[in-house]
């Protein structure tokens, strides 16, 4: 029955983690429950709740499937369902089942830092302070999501600078990338897909919006 659950919550997200959206199969996730089991009443059980499972990373989170049976996995460090624990949503917690379309965060070039995008935000009535406290309490600034992340943005910078020749629209070439990246929308979605999207900028709303993209 877990198996079963794990494996339709994985087809239902395209093949990323809700939280940190690193590439998660069957074997490599974990189903959480958005709001704790142990908050189930007579009136709503929301252990059986479809609408309160989400499949996410493997606990300790955000690690690459090659590596987890490493002994030094950084458990002092977790991510995702591990760092969220036990906490119990009360409207400060960004619900993934429930995001609307625009993105609401953005990255430093730097060193892959997720940051809320404070104009994104407030353009869709999201509370910038919710973006942060979603950012602390998931644990998404962790150094190994960060270091991942920061890879992410370079590779699409190196592609990006290739196919630039000074003469094409940057925007055309991101979008070009963006539909590489995320074709039509019907197949799994490419890890960090929101990093993506912010990297290509322009070019990804573009062609988010032409294949009518719906979160």
Not at 10 to 39: L, M, N, W
């Amino acid at each position: 029955m877990k198996s079963a659950i794990q494996s339709t919550l994985v087809s239902d997200q395209k093949g990323i983690c809700a939280y940190c959206e690193t590439r998660i199969r069957e074997k490599f996730c974990s189903v959480e429950h958005f709001i704790p089991c142990e908050q189930s009443t007579r009136e709503q059980n929301y252990d059986l709740d479809w609408q309160n499972m989400l499949a996410v990373c493997k606990l300790p989170g955000a690690i690459e499937d090659e590596n987890i049976d490493n002994s030094q996995l950084p458990h002092k460090y977790p991510c995702c369902g591990k760092a969220k624990a036990n906490f119990v949503p009360d409207g400060r917690l960004l619900n993934p089942l429930e995001l609307p379309t625009a993105r609401l965060f953005r990255f430093k070039r730097e060193d892959g830092e997720i940051l809320p995008d404070e104009a994104n935000c407030e353009k869709v009535g999201i509370p910038v302070a919710v973006a942060q406290f979603t950012i602390q309490t998931l644990g998404l600034n962790v150094e190994r999501l960060k270091t991942l992340r920061l890879a992410v943005i370079k590779k699409i910078e190196e592609e990006l600078d290739s196919y630039d020749d000074g003469i094409i629209d940057p925007t055309i070439i991101e979008k070009q990338l963006a539909a590489e990246y995320f074709d039509n929308g019907k197949e799994n979605y490419p890890r960090f897909f929101t990093t993506i999207r912010w990297a290509l900028s322009k070019g990804a709303e573009d062609h988010l919006l032409y294949i009518s993209y719906s979160g």
